[in-house]
């Protein structure tokens, strides 16, 4: 079985300002990672994922990930956030073998003028 | 094209009722899902199907909800005697086919309310 954790429940940052958001996950066996968003009263839409090789992965929306396999996170990050890209943001796994995702509790970031 | 639909988007119902919620997934996809996204949590897995069957079900809470595919593109979730509980956000995803590495694109949801 797989866990997620998302260590921050609200983050609120400045527009134009740097963000991250930090992802755990705990996996006996080997996982892909996603980060999906969600918009208020939309349904969820993918950012970015990483299955293999480089461990560094450029989502929409101007998002990257970094992959880190010895410390089990998988951090999104943008270097300048805007207004527009206030949402919840959910990080997800799921087994190489098998296609359920598990999800974290999601992180919502809200950027302030 | 277009995306993964479910109606209704709201239901409201009794305790003890009986209700439908209904998911259109993108055409050609073969495998779908289904979540539940209780307040201030992430979507949890429920059950997926790879055409008509269900090929995991280990998400089914207990014996009341219960899902089926006849035609390998339609998916229905059924919930009987429902309870407060089972008030969540209910959520269903279709990929291509069922695989990790596939993208599973989400429906907007149906927001279920039992009183």
């Known amino acids: 079985a797989q866990s997620v954790t998302q260590l921050d429940s609200q983050v609120p940052v400045f527009e134009e300002a740097p963000v991250e958001l930090r992802c755990n996950y705990s996996?006996?066996?080997?996982?892909?990672l996603f980060w999906y968003v969600q918009y208020p009263n939309q349904g969820l839409q993918l950012l970015l994922k990483?299955?293999?090789?480089?461990?560094l992965v450029k989502g929409i929306n101007g998002f990257e990930a970094e992959f880190n396999k010895s410390q089990t996170s998988f951090h999104l990050r943008k270097p300048s956030v805007h207004i527009s890209d206030t949402a919840e943001y959910f990080c997800?796994?799921?087994?190489?073998?098998?296609?359920?995702?598990?999800f974290g509790e999601g992180t919502q970031l809200t950027v302030n003028p | 094209g277009a995306g993964v639909s479910q109606t209704p988007s709201n239901k409201v119902t009794e305790k003890g009722k009986y209700v439908e919620l209904r998911c259109d997934p993108i055409?050609?996809?073969?495998?779908l899902y289904w979540y539940r996204q209780s307040l201030g949590q992430g979507p949890e897995f429920l059950i997926y199907?790879?055409?008509?069957?269900?090929?995991?079900d280990s998400g089914l809470p207990n014996d009341r909800f219960f899902a089926v595919r006849p035609e390998g593109s339609v998916s229905t979730l059924k919930i009987q005697r429902t309870e407060r509980g089972d008030s969540a956000v209910y959520l269903c995803?279709?990929?291509?086919?069922?695989?990790?590495?596939?993208?599973?694109?989400f429906g907007p949801g149906t927001r279920l309310t039992v009183l």
């Open positions: 055409s050609g996809h073969t495998a």
């Open positions: 995803a279709s990929s291509l086919e069922e695989a990790a590495y596939n993208e599973q694109f």
């Open positions: 996996s006996s066996v080997s996982v892909y």
């Open positions: 990483y299955l293999s090789g480089s461990t």
């Open positions: 997800a796994v799921t087994e190489t073998s098998g296609s359920r995702l598990t």
């Open positions: 199907f790879q055409g008509t069957g269900a090929a995991d």
